[in-house]
Each structure stands twice: as C-alpha cells, then as structure tokens.
C-alpha cells in the first residue's frame, strides 16, 4: 500500500503569531516542511503540504484542506505558540478520521516530548529531533500495516497509558543527500506568500534556510532539533536550490534564514563566486553575526547580489550580553554593522528586553546603543524561555514565569524579571521602538528606499500601521 501523508502547519492566525504587529508580519513557508515533504515522497508516498501558518486558515479550512487528500498518515509541526493549535487540529482530524496516524514535529516536542504527549491525547505519536529519516521510516512501517509503528529511533509513542520514548536518532551526516525542497506542492507559490516588509525589495520571493545546528551557547536559545553542531548544504547544492527557484519558479528574492549563514566564511565566499559565475539576477538577505564579518567578505556578499544583512545585537549593556552567553562586545557590534552599510547593504539589529538581570539603567543603555548605530531597522523582542533553552529551565530563579505555551512567540511578555513590572518592561521596549525610528535621518532613508521600489508601498505601510499601533499601547 502506498502511504498518503498530509504535511501541515498549525492553523495559527497572522493576528495570532504577531498581535499588533500582523501588519509587518510574514507569510513565509515552512522550509523544513518542504524538505520533509521532499524526502517523503522520494520513499514512495503520495504527499500533499497544507500551509496553514502562512496562509491564514482557520481550523475548519485546514481540517477541510488536509481531509481532502484522505491522508493515511498526518504529521503536523509546531513551535511552542502553536502547539495548542496543532492539538485542536489533530484532534479534529480523529474525530472524522480516526483511523489516520496523527505524528507531531518540530522544536516544541523535540525539547518537551512527554509533557507535550500527555497534554494532548489526540497526537499519536512524536518525531524527535531531525525528521527526514525518521518519518521515512515511520510510512514504511505504516505501509506494512502498523497502525502506530513502535521502535522507531527519534521517536516518542503511546503504548496504552504509557509514553515511550525510543532511541535517539544521528543527525544526517550529509545534508546533500536530501532532495531539493518540494515546493510544487505548495499551492500558489510564489506568488501568495510574502515576508516582512523590510526584508524584500522585488518579487516574487521565497526563504531557504542552508545550514542546520549552531556552535554557539547563547542562553536563550533552543538547538535541540539540529544540534550544537553546524551543518551545511555545500555551495554547489545550495546553488541548485537558487537555480530551481529562478528556474522553475521565476523567484527574483531571496530570503536566507540561517542563524549560522556567515559561519564559514569560506563556504560563504564560493556560494557567493558561484552565484556570479552564473549570472544569476536575484537579489538576496540574510542574518550575520558580528564576529564572523569583514569588510572583504561583505564587499563581495554585495556583489554577489546581498542588499540586506541582520545581526543580533540583543543588548547595548556588556554585562547582560555576557550573561546570555553571546560571546560578542559591543565594539564588534559596531565594526560590523558599520563595515556592513560601508558595504552599500541595508541593516538591521535585533534586541531583546527583560533578560535576567536587567535594570532600567540596562534597558537605557540598549536604547542608546540602538540609536548610535548605522542601523535602518530594529526589532525588539520580550525575552521568552523557551523550551528546550538553558533559560527555560532556570527562568524562575530570576523573575516570574508565566508557562502559558500560546502566548511565547516573543512579543507577549511571559517572563518578567525581578525588580520590573509587565507594563514597565512593555513601556521600555516601546520608548526604544520610538527611540529608534522617530529620528528624521531612519525616516528619510526609509522614505528613499520605498521610493526607489514603489511596489513595496503596500507593505510598507502595513509595517507602518503596525508600528503605529504597537507604540500607542505604551
């Protein structure tokens, strides 16, 4: 029997994931779920992808969407503000289809696999951690008749009132052996998904993310999916990506969404030498670290077609940045933001507020050290511990921590630490909002750079209504 697999996303709303701030927010797809529908369908199952998140459904339209496939198996992936909404969809899916085997993914089970399980009955089983081999697997144990294949490496099952977890399953050594990302399955794309405002300036677009794992210990951050190792698509084959998305797809965007792109400056660099040696017209951004930039690498990032560069600065105060493990001092932050705009690229700094240990005089200090620099956008996040950080465990020894998983997607504030108040922490991530971009020189260059792609003007006015509304609430 060939399987029939349903990939979704959690029918969360564009208002659910960014509140105020929807105007400005993304509808991206998952990247990871077009891998694994890839991987699924090159071990002989007939797959269909239902983009809930980024496509706005509400619950009834998913259910209705992935019912419509009469699916065997459905595996569904969630971070932890849309876990609930995950469950509710599963749940929905027993109650007309009992028969199908429900499987949940991704960061938020992979950290907490029991509680997760216990909490909700409806998901029948668990894949932890990497999941293109694990759910390979899983189909053909389905396709022998196995209503909830048991004993399979990565993963987490029921056995009567019992969870049990199997073995753990080893990354994927070569990350070239994968399939290219399935991106037919995705109905309407390119054309119906959009980023952020800021982060494109042509159409249409798309996000790839090239590497998986990351070196770095910072505090507040989860690796338990791809671990503290750093793995990547050889350039070569992130070169066929590119190629398949202009190619096929008529892409002239590219969004690269790796935390850890700019880690190899070597790999970095042939990516780039391969992007001109084709001749590629396509224009691309991506996220940087600080430490791991120089004026020569981002001249040819430029080059090669990069126009937009965003690092995580998180704090203006070195003691808290010592504190969350970041490994960076304020004057590397500088140097490479400041290298990144002599290079001709837009930037753009993430903060965090309400770290532990954070003091009015902290929060002053990030103010200022946001408006110093040659940035052109920001954005700043409420702390959240997040399952599977080092934070999340240890959070309630500094502040208080309200464990409500739908509302820590970074911009409800969960945490407070000690010697604040919710509304005093609000109040500051607003003042350093209003800091930043109520200065003539951002607005100028905000204005310039809207005049110079007209059709960005949709949405850069929703980024601008939804700047509007999230300051006037403090």
Known sequence: MTPRLVLASSPVSVEERYGVFAGAGSTEPSFGLLCLAASARRSGADVAVVEASARNLDLPSALRDVLAFSPDVVGLTATTSEIVRAAELAARIKQARPDILTIVGGCHVTAIPEETLEAFPAFDMAVIGEGEETLGEILRERAGGERVPGGIAGTVTRDGGTLRRHASRALI??????????????????????????????WPCASIVLTRGCPNRCVFCDRS?????????SPAYALNVVK??????????LLIEDDTFVISKDRVREFCERLMAEKIALSWSCLGRADRVDPDLLALMRKAGCWHISYGIESGDPDILKTMHKHLDLDQIRQAVRWSRDSGMRTKGFFIV?????????????????????LDDISVMQMTPFPGSELFGIADQYGTFTRDWRRMNVLNTVFVPHGFTREALEQA?????????????VMWRQGLH?????????????????????VRRV
Not at 432 to 441: D, M, V, W
């Open 450 to 470: 809207t005049l110079r792609h007209p059709s960005l003007i949709p949405g850069v006015l929703g980024g601008f209504r939804a700047f509007r509304n999230a």
């Open 429 to 441: 991530r607003g003042d350093i909002l209003k800091a930043f971009y109520l200065r003539p020189g």
């Open 173 to 202: 050594a070569s990350l070239d052996d994968l399939p290219l990302p399935a991106w037919d399955l995705l109905e309407g794309f390119p054309g119906l998904f959009r980023p952020s405002p800021g982060r494109i300036k042509r």
């Open 244 to 253: 398949d998305l202009v190619g096929r797809y008529g892409v002239r965007e």
């Open 354 to 374: 309400g770290f532990p240990g954070e003091t009015v005089a902290s929060l002053e200090r990030t103010k200022a050290f946001a408006c110093s620099l040659p």
């Open 225 to 233: 999916v791809f671990g503290n190792r750093c793995r990547a698509y």
